[in-house]
């Protein structure tokens, strides 16, 4: 006893969502009907029953078609979301790898630069510790000169 739910087809796929809540409400109507019903005959019954039976049998079926089809498509967003995580993984890798051999190469080019900056300032102290000595040996001479020649005047 099917009313007017003919959308119930299971190859319909996800188009009338509604379809099959209101096909088991109508089902159960008329499992009310069928016991008001006192003066039908039981063949009568026995032929409710059975359209009864077939409309749960394949609204039963759809609803697993459904349960499949959802699956399918679960297992199919996880492996597409698995190589998402797996290339973004590869990706983030080599953007490390690259990121640390440019720090390598950076810090060798760093600890060249301060040698090279070392080295020139042990140079320098050793002109200013030269200059410093030649200062101290020319204000001697001077001294000494102004000394012969203070000594030359008097």
Known sequence: MRSNNASMNPGAGFEDMNAPKSQFINTQGSIGSMNNTGSA???????????????????????????????????????????????????????????EDEMKRHFAHQKAENSRLQQQITQLKGEKTSLQQQLLALQRRISELETQIGADNS
């Open 41 to 99: 005959s039981l063949k009568g019954k026995l032929l409710n029953l059975e359209e009864l039976v077939r409309s749960i049998t394949e609204e039963m079926n759809f609803h697993k078609k459904e349960v499949q089809v959802l699956r399918s498509e679960k297992d199919t967003l996880e492996s597409v979301l698995n190589m998402k995580i797996n290339d973004v993984r590869k990706s983030l890798m080599n953007e490390i790898a690259r990121v």
